[in-house]
């Protein structure tokens, strides 16, 4: 969603006449895109704001420094006051940046007051802003902004408001233009695409008329919420092969009790439920998940349940956090943070190790099968020569051939495997 945004500011800030750059060192303005919803995020921003002075200082330059995003919603009065930044602008304010800019670059920024722009909106979803890509094969879409699902922990509709769904048609200009432009793939994004809803429009009616695009070949879509997954959803990316076979659907926690504290509004089995319907109708379906550990009251058995769903599952990757208090949530509000870092961490330890195991597991159940694969990128961390590739269930795979095209979907076989990674030719 952050990439998304900042492609919203990037297209709002050239159409004024601002330009892009990709090293520091030649800007004049330099606008940091944040995330609220850990605090290892937030303590991130507060170190780069101070690397980003440190370095400006040095070369002797009156960099103008900006906040954007989420913390802005949630922090603009820290913000203000500790750091030594020209401007805030939150989510729903993008179309303020440029008039903000040229006050402070007029004023010559003699006063050093400090702009802000950060009230949340009902209606803003920056559907007249066409975003400013880098390029490639793959691109984000957003369909909803904002959240109402008040999941106890979580901050969102705090920091980017209710919910509001992009103009159908829109979305579906926006694709084709994707596709026009060389885009292979999409991904539909939202945080909660189940919740889409325009003029009588749901979010299987937008899925299938994105799927009826000529010329696209992927489409992916996250996230969804397990309250509200339809079974009209399942059908349909069982019947379209440009539906890409991976949902990504956020557990949080295995237990009941402790999902209905954390306001998920579904309990365990009916999760597994959910599961099961989804592997019954799309059989080679790629399952990862979201998963929240040492929640307020949490127990040790409670956290078994969590492993249980996880391995009953089998789930090909899991993103695993400790739960940390945010502010404004009613966990914060309501619950003590009673679970002790060491058992947080010593719970958190234990399911990656068995998370590992089964993504290993997975991946060598592959060796040797043949794959299409859509190549994204020449190089990787470890050669440049190799190209980067990714399966319709959005697994990496690492080819080491010469004769590869950026943009191809091709057959590959798997030679070789680790935790994360599939190596084929």
Known sequence: MNVSDTELVTSILKTSGYELTENENQADIALLNTC????????????????????????????????????????????????????????????????????????????????????????????????????????????????????????????????????????????????????????????????????????????????DVDGLKRIRFMSPHPKDFPIELIKLMAERDNICNHIHLPLQSGNSRVLKMMNRTYTKESYLGLVDTIKKNIPDIVLTTDIIIGFPTETEEEYLDTVDVVKKVVYDSAFIFKYSPRPHTKATKDYKDDVSDKDKKDRIVNLNKIQDEISLENNKSLLGTKLEVLVEKKGTKKSKTDFQARTCGSKLVVINEKDCVVGDIMDVTVTDYTINVLMAK
């Not at 695409?193 to 008329?209: A, I, M, P, Q, T």
């Open 36 to 211: 609220s919803v850990r605090e290892n995020a937030e303590q991130r921003v507060f170190n780069r704001v101070h690397i980003i002075k440190r370095n400006a200082k040095k070369q002797g330059k009156n960099l103008i420094i900006g906040i954007l995003g989420c913390i802005v919603s949630n922090k603009k009065e820290q913000l203000l006051k500790d750091l030594p930044i020209d401007l805030i602008v939150g989510p729903d304010r993008y179309k303020k940046l440029p008039g903000i800019l040229d006050l402070i670059i007029l004023k010559n920024n003699i006063s050093k007051k400090k702009r802000s722009a950060f009230d949340l909106s009902g209606f803003e979803t920056y559907s007249d802003i066409v975003p400013t890509r880098k390029g490639g094969v793959s691109a984000w879409v957003a369909i909803t902004r904002g959240c109402n699902n008040f999941c106890s922990y979580c901050i969102v509709p705090y920091t980017r408001g209710r919910e509001r769904s992009m103009p159908f048609d829109n979305v579906i200009d926006e694709v084709k233009h994707l596709v026009v432009d060389g885009y292979k793939e999409v991904t539909l994004l939202g945080q909660n695409v189940n919740s889409y809803k325009y003029e009588g429009y749901g979010f299987v009616d937008l899925l299938r008329k994105v799927s």
